[in-house]
């Protein structure tokens, strides 16, 4: 796998081909709550794959390398798959007896239509302590009288997944149906402070790559109080994983001077800037491979797979 800091890269992140394109594979460990890299990959893939899209989304994909052929190579396949105007997500179940578990993920921002839902960004009641953006909100209702009675029936562990737009959906599905844990992948701010408050108690994990900026939006203001919920593991500049609970202590001065020290060996000028190329899912899915390949003691060992390289 190689990152990709073109357009095509961040625009069209389903026109891939070399999907869990790691050796070895590490395995996926359904029993974990806490963050573990290898299950990250995995969802990050999962992430990636959903934005391909398959012939009865598109006729002119007939033929073509669909999700389910993705899939089946690791033993998973997508049990439903749900398209409701803006919002678009897959329920994807473990072929293997031995260790089930299944994965809800979420497409994130594919065109104009969705990006009015993230521009939509009045306060919108939740309850009556928490406040969340509205165009999310109105995303996750299209289609969760569907969705909910499907999440109802698995018996397997449930992972909530998703990528930018999708990663926010997660959140706010996790807020109403409790998963196994949720890994989002470069997501907006949700919520306020009672949002924040209110998903202490399940296992989020918002995963940013180095200067991904969409992970910083919406700014705060005094009329938009939206924070980021869960733990931040952060991918540095240099591939390693700093899993993050004070935010206040990180300091990316000498990780910004990492990538520029570099940035000309593997951009041009006509790419997009690197805090937009950042966000594009193949350079999460990149990093987090090259991690567990670098780490290579930790595939072999679910219980080493949680310690991270450099924790702040």
Known sequence: MQMDFSWQGLTLPGSGRDYFGIDPLPRFNPGLSDFDPANAFWLSE???LIYRRNPDEDPAQLGALTRHDVLAKVACKEILFIHRRETQCALIQSTRAAAPFSVLVFRGTTGFRNWLLDLDVRPE?????ATVHRGFCEALEQIWNVLRPALESLAAPCFFTGHSMGGALAQ???????PQAVYCFGTPRVGDRGFVEMMRTIPVFRIVNSQDIVAALPPASQILSF?????????????RLHQI???AVLDLTAETEAVSASSSNETRWYDPPRFLADHAPINYSTRLGHYLQ???ADIDNPEQSRVFADRT
């Open 172 to 178: 706010l599905a996790a807020a109403r149906f409790r």
């Open 227 to 239: 924070q980021p919920a869960g733990r931040l593991v952060f991918i540095c500049a240099r591939g």
């Open 46 to 48: 999962m992430c990636r």
């Open 125 to 129: 009641k939740w309850n009556a302590h």
């Open 245 to 247: 609970d004070d935010e």
């Open 294 to 296: 670098t780490n290579h």
